[in-house]
Every structure is written in C-alpha cells, then in structure tokens.
T-cell receptor, first 113, second 112 residues
Framework: DAGITQSPRHKVTETGTPVTLRCHQTENHRYMYWYRQDPGHGLRLIHY???????DKGEVSDGYSVSRSKTEDFLLTLESATSSQTSVYFC????????????FGPGTRLTVL | SQKIEQNSEALNIQEGKTATLTCNYTNYSPAYLQWYRQDPGRGPVFLLLIRENEKEKRKERLKVTFDTTLKQSLFHITASQPADSATYLCALTGGGADGLTFGKGTHLIIQP
C-alpha cells in the first residue's frame, strides 16, 4: 500500500464548528487531492495541490479550504461545518504527473449533526 | 457538460463467467482512462490505465478496451471469482493538473 494516512478516521461534529482533516504521505509525491464520496454522486474533487503552497479548486470546493505547507501534508478545513458536508472524505496522491495513477487513503467518515 | 456514465444497477455474474462493465463518456477528449476497484469501507485501488492511442490493455484476468470514436471503455474480468465482487470505477483525465474525474461506479457481484 502507498504510504498515505488520513486522520481522524471518524469524526462526529456539530453544525457550525470548524473541522480539519489531515492527509499525510510518505511517498514524496507532488500531487495531492481531496475528494468526497456520497451515495448517488460518486467521488467528487474538492481541492487539489500540485506542489507546496500550490492549490486549486475542484468541482465542489464551496465551504472548504486547504493548505499544503509541506510536501507530505495536505489539510482540508471546513470553516463552519454544515449537515450537507456529512460524507466520506478521501485523500489521494499521484507522482510524476496529474495523469498518473492515484493512490487513495483509507478515508475519513465525517458526520455533521 | 462533461458526463461519465457507468451502469448504476448492480451486475450479477455467475462464478467462472466473464464480467463486462461499461463506461461511456460525453463531452470529453480524455488522454487517459483508468479503472479502479473499491471495496466497502476502503479507498479505491488502481487496476489499469489505457491511453487514447491504445485499443486494449491486459493484466492477468483483466482486460480494458478504449474506443474514442464510440466514447466508450469496456472492462472485462475473465474467469470471475466471488473475490472479484466490488464496485468498479471508471476515471478520465484530460491531462490537466486537476487529475481524474470519476464515474459513479458499477457494483459487481460474482455469485458462487
């Protein structure tokens, strides 16, 4: 398995609270991605990074922000969580180019009450 | 708008038969197409990548075809086994930094 971990693995929070999810890789891969997966929608890209401090928005970025201060860490922040952000969040990494194979983390199940 | 379609209904196949999954796309000119497997509670796992200038790719019991004229990819599992039961995702990329766009997946069930 690619060296990619996510924390926490499960979280329950209340509407309006800030939440930060962490993705950590040991592969020194350049590209990192955050997806959410919901029934009926499949995997949707939230934000991605193509290098340290280089990030951009994906398909469903509203309500989310990201930061990447080190190659190995990519943080996803929900500034004020809403019930519509209840989902399973996956981090992925890819190496030499954005068209390369993506390796996924184990996921974080987030419930916003 | 860009769209990727995979069979939304579960596909039931008898063990030993060939399973064929379909991925259709519109308003794309993908440079690459990838197939992933996802088991319940786990992240997707890469299976095969095929480029736009390749017609077919094989890996053990897996075969992928890519027809850019029909805008379709077929994913075959030969001599299917119950352990092949999973959700299979098709993903496309145009080569930009934003990586892959995934289909919703097809749930494959191999019955003993």
């Amino acid at each position: 398995d690619a060296g990619i971990t996510q924390s926490p693995r499960h979280k329950v929070t209340e509407t309006g609270t800030p939440v930060t999810l962490r993705c950590h890789q040991t592969e020194n891969h350049r590209y990192m991605y955050w997806y959410r997966q919901d029934p009926g929608h499949g995997l949707r890209l939230i934000h991605y990074s193509y290098g340290v401090k280089d990030t951009d928005k994906g398909e469903v970025s509203d309500g989310y922000s990201v930061s990447r201060s080190k190659t190995e860490d990519f943080l996803l922040t929900l500034e004020s969580a809403t019930s519509s952000q209840t989902s399973v969040y996956f981090c992925a990494i890819s190496g030499t180019s954005s068209t390369d194979t993506q390796y996924f983390g184990p996921g974080t199940r987030l419930t916003v009450l | 708008s860009q769209k990727i379609e995979q069979n939304s209904e579960a596909l039931n196949i008898q063990e030993g038969k060939t399973a064929t999954l379909t991925c259709n796309y519109t308003n794309y000119s993908p440079a690459y197409l990838q197939w992933y497997r996802q088991d319940p509670g786990r992240g997707p796992v890469f299976l095969l990548l095929i480029r736009e200038n390749e017609k077919e790719k094989r890996k053990e019991r897996l075969k992928v075809t890519f027809d850019t004229t029909l805008k379709q990819s077929l994913f075959h599992i030969t001599a299917s086994q119950p352990a092949d039961s999973a959700t299979y995702l098709c993903a496309l990329t145009g080569g930009g930094a934003d990586g892959l766009t995934f289909g919703k997946g097809t749930h494959l069930i191999i019955q003993p």
